[in-house]
């Protein structure tokens, strides 16, 4: 998707862009959305108008055209992108406006999750199953890559000028790891290691008990990770009349600090994988270290509660960044220091080494 000042919800585009392979099929508890649909449409009197029913991975156009239609015309109307299912629960999403104008962005989640970074417009209902939430005025919408339509958040550009002007402050992988979210959208100075393999990039320090996801600043990641995944996080931070205020915009510097660090990446990416094969059982792998300079996205201080009481064998939940959505916070690069350094660590394995979280 390509966003200018204007982002279409977070939600509805991760997923419908990110799990494409997921099969629709029909649910008893569907009825949950559809009836508040239907009561949300309705509840400022007028003659509502059903938009009917379709995919999230291919809508029908006919459907966006009835919402435009009657979006425009300011009358009721009420849409259901049809249930999703991802292996272990299932994912709906709907739209409906009253005959005042408001429009409403109303999800169904069969895992309970939804009370977790509840927007300033958002509210939960049915054991946190159902998420309603209020457009913010003027109403525009957009729609996803597949078509779905979401309401466009309008950006508050006043407050994020300056934000986009800040100056990187100095701190540790450590300190952000204790408290993500207030680190959210600040740009910083951290000493750390970056490891990984094809489908995890990494970054992390001594002493510290998890990592942070790691990206660069033109949305590429390591030579070695074979795709970078953003997860299901919301990037950027809201207002008090939740406007969005933008991500800070960074830009990779590809000087010759950011050359030789990718040179060393790609010998460290090598050595592993040479290492695996020489020895299955080795302990010993390769990380990159030296100082970095970026942006920092975090997850709401509820959702890192919720996954500081998750453990090993709990199902990923999507809620965080990177790889399904397993980390709290994210780096994304803006440059290298000159200071990098490929180095040898032990890697204590666990008779669980190999095994990936649930999904």
Not at 25 to 41: A, C, N
Not at 53 to 73: H, Q, W, Y
Not at 248 to 265: A, T
Request: charged share 25%; hydrophobic share 35%; with cysteine.
């Amino acid at each position: 998707m390509k966003f200018s000042t204007l982002l279409i919800s977070a939600v509805v585009g991760i997923v419908s862009a990110s799990f494409t392979k997921a099969q629709t099929q029909s649910d008893p508890d569907e009825q949950l959305i559809s009836k508040r649909l239907t009561s949300l449409s309705a509840s400022n009197g007028g003659k509502t108008v059903d938009c009917g029913s379709t995919t999230m991975n291919r809508p029908d156009g006919k459907v966006s055209l009835c919402i435009r239609a009657a979006f425009e015309g300011l009358k009721p109307f009420y849409v259901l992108y049809s249930g999703t299912t991802f292996g272990f629960f299932r994912f709906a999403y709907g739209l409906a406006g009253d005959a005042v104008g408001n429009i409403y962005e109303v999800e169904y989640d069969s895992r309970g999750l939804l009370r977790f970074g509840l927007g300033k417009k958002s509210q939960v209902y049915d054991d946190n199953r159902i998420r309603v939430t209020t457009c913010v005025k003027p109403v525009r919408l957009g729609s996803t890559q597949e078509g779905v339509l979401a309401c466009i958040t309008p950006v508050n550009e006043q407050e994020s000028q300056p934000v986009a002007r800040q100056i990187p402050i100095e701190t540790t992988v450590c300190a952000i790891l204790e408290h993500p979210s207030a680190f959210n959208n600040k740009m910083v100075r951290i000493h750390g290691y970056v490891s990984g393999n094809f489908e995890y990039s990494e970054l992390g320090a001594d002493g510290c008990s998890r990592t942070l996801w790691f990206g660069y600043g033109d949305g590429e990641g390591p030579p070695d990770l074979e795709a970078f995944v953003s997860g299901g996080a919301r990037l950027g931070s809201e207002d008090a009349e939740g406007k969005l205020i933008l991500p800070v915009p960074v830009k990779l510097v590809q000087d010759s600090n950011f050359q030789r660090y990718q040179k060393l990446m790609r010998a460290r990416a090598k050595l592993d994988e040479r290492n695996l094969k020489e020895d299955v059982g080795a302990l010993t792998f390769y990380r990159l270290a030296a100082t970095f300079t970026g942006r920092i996205d975090a997850v709401s201080e509820d959702v890192h509660a919720f996954h500081l009481k998750r453990t090993d064998t709990d199902r990923a939940d999507f809620l965080g960044f990177g790889q399904m959505g397993l980390f709290d916070a994210q780096f994304v690069l803006q440059s290298v220091g000159n200071d990098a350094v490929l180095e040898r660590f032990p890697q204590n394995r666990s008779p669980e080494y190999g095994k990936q979280p649930k999904s």
